[in-house]
């Protein structure tokens, strides 16, 4: 891993089926069509996404999915509302993207790539409603912490593709990570403070925001959750 964006085109562990050059490479590539795309599946400029979902509901981005429990979970709560994940593991993408495909959820998309890529070059000015970043990669090692992904371009880009009033919300159990966040945001004029949401009991094993929240409960850790509000 570098640090920098991954483009989809490289040939490393992200790359995709087709990239292999195989029929049964090309079969995986679209198996999960539409559920599961790429950056080779749309142009290379702003993503369209009354195109993409077939409808122009409000749009919600969450960014680093993992195994996609939050966009499951949130997109069979609320079907008028289009969910549009972001996650550079393709084989976590995927396998998110199955769990869409199974329940046939036509609300939801993950497009597998880097989202330090995505937002600045495909996704538009003030065309989200929310902005989802669950249990980010800590990268612990101090000569790795560059690559963490909330950052203060990262929240430039928050406060471009957030409609005035929307909402950017942020949860983990690092305890210092937080405190970064906290510390970043503050320093941001676009953003207001919310109150966090409370903790609330799991009636059951996938009654979790996200994996990782229940991983990390489950070890009985705490968890840190914030939100903030877009400036008008
Ligand atoms: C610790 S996991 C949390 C997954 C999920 N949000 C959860 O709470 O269960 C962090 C996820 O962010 C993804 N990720 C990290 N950096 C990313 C980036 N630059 N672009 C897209 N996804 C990224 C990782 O591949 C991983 O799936």
Redesign the pocket.
């Known amino acids: 891993m570098t640090g920098e964006p991954?483009d989809t085109n490289a040939a490393d562990r992200f790359q995709t089926g087709a990239a292999l050059g195989t029929p049964e490479a090309a079969r995986l590539e679209n198996d999960l069509a539409p559920y599961f795309f790429t950056l080779r599946d749309v142009p290379p400029s702003a993503l369209d996404f009354a195109l993409l979902f077939g409808n122009d509901h409000p749009l919600e981005i969450e960014?680093?999915?993992?195994?996609g429990?939050?966009l499951v979970n949130a997109g069979t709560t609320c079907p008028a509302t289009n969910f549009l994940g972001?996650?550079?593991?393709f084989k976590?993408a995927r396998r998110a993207a199955r769990r869409l495909q199974k329940r046939e959820l036509p609300n939801v998309r993950i497009l597998g790539a880097?989202?330090?890529l995505v937002l600045p070059r495909y996704v538009p000015d003030a065309c989200a409603r929310a902005l989802h970043i669950?249990?980010?990669?800590p990268w612990w090692k101090r000569r790795h912490k560059r690559r963490r992904?909330f950052n203060a371009e990262f929240l430039n880009q928050a406060a471009r593709v957030l409609a005035p009033g929307g909402l950017l919300h942020a949860w983990t159990d690092v305890e210092e990570y937080f405190g970064v966040m906290m510390s970043l945001v503050a320093a941001n004029p676009a953003f207001a403070s919310l109150p966090p949401p409370p903790e609330r009991e799991a009636a059951h094993d996938m009654d979790y925001h996200?994996?990782?929240?229940r991983k990390k409960r489950k070890l009985g850790l705490t968890i840190y959750r914030a939100r903030w509000v877009r400036r008008s």
């Open positions: 991954r960014v680093g999915s993992g195994r429990l939050f972001i996650e550079y593991d976590e880097d989202v330090t669950y249990f980010p990669d992904v996200t994996s990782f929240e």
